[in-house]
């Protein structure tokens, strides 16, 4: 398990936005990260008083982030720059999540790594049931 304060420092994501709370696990390519941000009330995405589902591809394109940092980092490099810039066959199988309790399970993994590019796949979970599914893919800047 590794500590918010070990990996944290290594993403662009900072104070409340940075949304994940603790890495459980993790290999070149896959990341298990857990999250109870979404119960709070200073949770930047909130809207109206509530967390949309829709807001769980954030979660995990900050898995896919912290992920990517921690495998430049044991490689002995730093981490570039990423952009989200497509989400494809995101399945949501909840309206909103601000009332779960206890942490969301954020799952990525690394489907595909390029020179410039990465692919993701992802799933967040609660409690054993799957809340959101999909994939990603992210540009990274040029060194």
């Known amino acids: 398990m590794l500590p918010k304060a070990e990996w944290a420092p290594l993403i662009p994501h900072a104070g409340a936005m940075c949304l994940l709370d603790e890495v459980v696990d993790w290999d070149a390519t896959r990341l298990h990260a857990r999250s109870a941000s979404h119960r709070r009330a200073d949770n930047p995405l909130r809207a109206d008083g509530m967390l949309h589902a829709v807001n769980l591809c954030e979660y ?64 967040v979970e609660h409690r054993g049931s799957v809340l959101a599914t999909g994939r990603a893919a992210v540009m990274l800047k040029e060194r």
Do not use: T
């Not at 940092?69 to 490099?77: D, F, M, P, S, V």
């Not at 790594?113 to 993701?120: C, N, P, T």
């Open 60 to 123: 995990a394109a900050q898995a896919m982030a912290v992920h990517g940092a921690l495998r430049e980092r044991e490689a002995g490099g730093s981490a570039r720059p990423g952009f989200l810039v497509a989400l494809r066959d995101v399945i949501l199988h909840v309206e909103h999540i601000d009332d779960l309790p206890g942490r969301l399970q954020v799952h990525v993994e690394c489907l595909l790594a390029m020179a410039d590019s990465l692919q993701y796949g992802f799933s």
